[in-house]
């Protein structure tokens, strides 16, 4: 019985669509992993926008016309879990941002790494962010698209 569930758990845990990932996690597992109530597709001619509402933020996974993710965003009460968002690249931003001076500040803040560009920012009941790959954003889109 408890091999099971260690096993569930384990396969949960690694099947998740975050930065850089494949659209098809997004639609098997980012759901159920960010307990979202609701999941809807929009799409546009230079990307799709998979919408997750959680019970404390919105999150939106911005995915090229090949399926990968190259975008995540989100806004609400609370930020979500960037380890599940940001994936493979969650230890490089953090390992970086948890280096940077912490200032009592309500500026937003942001976290260039080799590979993506973190920022976040907000106030109370309000918190914003937005994730990058810097080199996948698709010509013609702007940084200032993906809210």
């Known amino acids: 019985m408890y091999r099971l569930i260690l096993i569930a758990m384990l396969v949960s845990q690694g ?8 659209e098809q996690q997004i639609t098997n597992n980012d759901a159920v992993k960010l307990k979202s109530a609701s999941h809807n597709v929009v799409k ?3 990307y799709s926008v998979h919408t997750m509402s959680t019970p404390v933020a919105t999150i939106r996974e911005y ?13 609400g009460i609370k930020r979500p879990d ?14 970086i941002d948890s280096r940077r001076s912490r200032m009592i500040t309500r500026q937003p803040v942001s976290v260039q790494t080799s590979k993506i560009m973190v920022r976040k920012g907000g106030h109370m009941r309000n918190i914003t962010g937005v994730a990058i790959i810097s080199d996948q954003l698709p010509s013609g889109v702007k940084e200032e698209d993906l809210k």
């Open 82 to 95: 960037l380890s599940v968002l940001l994936g493979s690249f969650y230890e490089e931003y953090n390992n």
């Open 15 to 22: 099947a998740q669509a975050a930065l850089g990932d494949h």
């Open 63 to 75: 995915v090229d016309n090949s399926g990968n993710v190259f975008a995540v965003s989100w806004q």
């Open 44 to 46: 546009t001619a230079l």
